[in-house]
Each structure stands twice: as C-alpha cells, then as structure tokens.
C-alpha cells in the first residue's frame, strides 16, 4: 500500500537513507536507494551524554534505549519500526540489522525532538483532521475507509498506533510550514534567472515539464489470486490495444475504468511531472503527445496511460489546466472547535443547495480571509499554489460542484470550483511555476539546516542499545 506507507514511513525511509549517506554508509546496500526524495537529516549532532555500551545486556523486558530531553524511546519503538520497514522495503534487508536498528533509533530521536518542539509551539492536530487524513489515505490508493482500516489491520498496525502516526506527520508537517516553509522567499530576479537557466540546459528537464495524462484504472483487489492479477492484466492489455487502433479513450475510460477520476474521461490535469507518480512520468517519457503507454502495474491495478499533453516550464507553449475556485474559510479559534467549524460549514452547503442561500453571499458575511469581499472567489489557480489539503479537495470536485468541510493547516475551508480550463501560461504565470519551484528547492535545503538544529539541540541520553 503505497500511501499507507507514504504516511507513516516514507519520512522515515528518506531520513534513514540520507543519514546512511552522510555517516558514510555506502551506495551498493539498497538503503540509500529506497527513497531519493524527501527532507535529508545529517549526521547526528555530538551533543549524547553517554556512548551506546559496546556489548548488548540480554533483557526479557521493556527497556529504555534512549532518552529525549527525557522522554523516553523504548526498544519496542525501535523494533516497531525496523519490522516495518523492513516488511514494506525489502531492500531494507539488504542493510545490515544492527545498522539499520542504529539509524532507525537515530531518525526516532530527531522525529521526538521536532513532535516536542510542536508540543512547545502549541501546535495541535485534532481528531477532525486525524479523520480527514485517513479518508485522504482511502482515496490516494482508490480504496473504501473500511477497506483501508482492514489493510492496516493486516499488517499488523493497530487502528490508533495508524492514527497517532496520521497525527504526527500532520504536526511535522505544520511545524514545518511554521518555522521553514513561512521564512523561504524567491524574488521576481530570482525566478527569472531561474528561468533562463531552464531554457538554456541543452537536456531536457523532466522534472520541469508539465504533463495532461488520461489514466483507465483496472483494479486488482487486495490479496488477489494469481488468476485475478492475470485476468485484470490482460483486461488492461486489451483496453491497451483498443486505445493504440484508435478507439476514443473517453469511452474505454467510462466503460472500464475502475478510478474516480472516470467522469472526466480519466484525465488528470495538466501539472509539473514531479507532481505525478513518478510510475507514470516514467512509463510516459517517451511517448509522445496522444500516444498511449502501458499497462504498468501499481499497488492499486494496472494503469493505461494516454498523453493528452506535454510542455516546458519556461517555454512558449507552457500550458497548465487551471481551476477557479471560491471558499469560505473559518480560521482556527480558541473560542471554537474545528468541529464546531466543520458543523458551521455542513450547514452552510446544505443551505446552498436548498437553494435558500448563496456561495458568494455566505462567503462575504463570513469568510475569515481576504477574498471574503469577492465573494470567496479565489480566482484562477494553477496545480500547487495551494497547500496539499486543499488542493487534494479541489481536484476531486466537477465545474458547480461544493466540498465537503475541509481541514487544512490553516482552518476549516467549504469549496466550490467554478470552471476549468486549460491555458497557456504567460511569463508572469511562468514566473510563478519558477519560484515555485525554486521556493521547493531552498525548502529542502532549509529544512535540512532546521532539522539538524533542533537535532542539535536536544538533550540526548544513550542508554542500553535496542535489541531484536
């Protein structure tokens, strides 16, 4: 399940891998290509009390293996983690079981450190949020919320351990956007440059393209018979051959495709390619526009791609689809609750369409936000000028169409998109698509500074070393 994992450890993988490198852990064991992506920790600072013994005490208990400016790691958090790991990332074994144990503890303590510095902030995650994050997981790997907790159960991760991890990487990341994210600038100079240097690269910059892919999902369920893979496989083979002899996608997608995405004749937008799974920027790269790539094979089923579109950030015919979009935002509040909120916002739709009141109206008299005095209206949008909460809303909603109530880091917002289109980018929106991702660069390597810091800071205290 790729987006449990996504969730619960694929910060884990990224730290773990990026710390190897920088201890001098050498490329050839798989670790350090488990994952290339994400915040990359350095070495631990040399700030713990005491030295790890060199020689294990046997213990039958519960013990302490370290101490977080005293809160206390056990060695079943440790071995929690490392028997995950190594069940979602078989290349994990190929690395040494003391190593692992070692940088596994080592990524615990910087994750308890920063959930302490959250703590300090007074940034909280409520169980609104918890509740959304989950239904996010279900919908990214195309599964029901019953289906999803039934998968968790059987690898062996209880309901609330799975909810608390939702919970963590919810506060990582506000506590993220609080002390790094806010405080990264990329001027108009910069993005500009930024741009130039894209156009001038002799090698084509994939990761700088923007890709409009149209998917025909066929679903392989969980724990499926070698007959069902081979059924849903050639099934996809056979939609495959249609599509390449000149049957229209749309129709394949509305009469085969088991994802969500169907209604809109399985496309997905036009957006950067590093905002894609990288399965299908991969499966894609060398097809060319209206061409069709696959079936590849993903942990939902079997994908045939179709290329609507490709273009360059930085050049001529940049495009993107664009969406407009209105919200009414309730900021978060000491004097009410996020579900308070959520309820406020539930009745709002329901008034919407009963007809007995208006988006624009509502969101004038009641929108925490600058766009209240435009009804809500926050214009054109292109793929990634919104936070992640949002944005996974609005891409799920049709032209008229209103949200559900939905948490995001800043409050609890009611969408509606008005329109999509697909457009052209002028040089100020080719501007923006540079600074984005620029910004997105000088995040990283931000956060890396950021986390070493806080890593540094704290008081660390080895005890006796985790045990399998």
Known sequence: MKNIRSIITLGCLAAIAATAGAQGYRPGTGITDIMRAGPRLGPPAARPSTTPPA???????????????????????VQSRVTRLIKENPDAERVPRGELTRLVLERLITERAQLQLAKENGIKVDEVAIDQAEQTVARQNEISLVELRRRVAAEGIAQQDFRNDLRDQLLLTRLRDREVESKVKVSDAEADEYLRDQRNQSVKNVALENLNLAQVLVAVPENATDAQIAAAQKKAQDIAQRARAGEDFAKLVRENSDSPDRANGGAIGMRSADRYPSLFVEATQSTAVNGIAGPVRSSAGFHVLKV??????????????????????????????????????????????????????LARDNSQDGSAKQGGDLGWSRPGQFVP????????????????????????????????????????????????????????????????????????????????
């Open 55 to 77: 020689a294990p005490v046997q213990r039958s208990a519960e013990f302490i293996v370290a101490l977080v400016n005293s809160e206390p790691i056990t060695n079943t958090d």
């Open 308 to 361: 609507l579109a490709k273009a360059q950030i930085g050049s001529g015919d940049a495009t993107v689809t664009q969406t407009q979009v209105r919200h009414i935002l309730l900021l978060n509040d000491p004097k009410r609750t996020t579900a308070q909120a959520v309820a406020q916002l539930a009745e709002f739709k329901r008034r919407i369409q009963a007809g007995s009141a208006d988006f624009a109206g």
């Open 389 to 468: 909460e949002f944005e996974e809303a609005m891409d799920r909603l049709s032209p008229g169409q209103i949200s559900d109530p939905v948490v995001s880091r800043f409050g609890v917002h009611l969408i509606q998109v008005v329109a999509r289109r697909d457009s052209k980018l002028s040089q100020s929106e080719q501007r923006e698509a540079a600074r984005a991702a620029l910004r997105e660069q000088r995040v990283e390597e931000a956060f890396t500074t950021w986390v070493q810091e806080v890593r540094a800071r704290a008081y660390v205290e080895y005890r006796d070393p985790p045990q399998s």
